[in-house]
């Protein structure tokens, strides 16, 4: 079974600074799709970046990045020039490319404070 | 195009009470999720549906928990006989028909368990 694996429960940053969340994961398929999901306080899920895992060029959505390692299992977020609406938890989340299974496996999240 | 709507919100339930949670998807989508969040915990894949038809439920608990997604009408997920660690925030996403399309996700409904 795949598993996903935050290991920050919290990271801060300061307003206007790069801030990276890391997330690694594990699977034996070589055909899967990647996401970032943000969470705020009134608890809706919001996609933030996703990343196919046959594409090598990193996905890019305004200031968030990912650094997509396919080899190391690793799928890290970088946000650029935070800003106070950022604060929020984020997880990480894998979905298998086999058609029929598309459940979403989420990481544990990592909760952003973002200091003005 | 409104987005997925659950309801209720909020869902306070008696031990031994049954709790019906319903969900909406957007308009034009015929798949639906549903997930559970316990307290500081990611979300966890329970069940997975089309439109009369159960896809993929290897996350459902065995007894007490059902889902369905009738033709007409929003999707079910109904707790029986609900227990204080049944607590939890429950979320439904949906997504158009194919394989490869975004999950949108409702706001969820936070049921707690007297």
């Known amino acids: 079974a795949q598993t996903v694996t935050q290991s920050q429960p919290e990271m801060s940053v300061q307003e206007a600074e790069t801030v990276t969340l890391s997330c690694t994961y594990d699977t034996s398929e070589s055909d899967y799709y990647l996401f970032w999901y943000k969470q705020p306080p009134s608890r809706q899920m919001i996609l933030v970046i996703r990343?196919?895992?046959?594409?090598?060029q990193n996905a890019t959505e305004n200031r968030f990045s990912v650094n997509f390692q396919k080899a190391a299992k690793s799928f890290s977020l970088k946000i650029s020039d935070s800003q106070l609406g950022d604060a929020a938890m984020y997880f990480c989340a894998y979905r298998s490319g086999g058609s029929g299974s598309e459940k979403l496996v989420f990481g544990k999240g990592t909760k952003l404070t973002v200091n003005p | 195009n409104a987005g997925v709507m659950q309801n209720p919100r909020h869902l306070v339930r008696r031990r031994g009470q049954e709790a019906r949670l319903r969900c909406s998807p957007m308009k034009g989508h015929s798949h639906v999720y549903w997930y559970r969040q316990l307290p500081e915990e990611g979300l966890k894949f329970m069940v997975y549906l089309q439109k009369e038809n159960i896809i993929d439920e290897s996350g459902m608990p065995k007894e007490r928990f059902s889902a369905e997604f009738p033709k007409e009408g929003p999707s079910i997920l109904r707790i029986q006989q609900v227990v204080r660690g049944d607590s939890a925030a429950y979320f439904c996403?949906?997504?158009?028909?194919?394989?490869?399309?975004?999950?949108?996700f409702g706001p969820g409904t936070r049921l707690t368990v007297l």
């Open positions: 996403a949906s997504s158009p028909q194919g394989s490869y399309n975004e999950q949108f």
């Open positions: 990343q196919e895992a046959y594409k090598q």
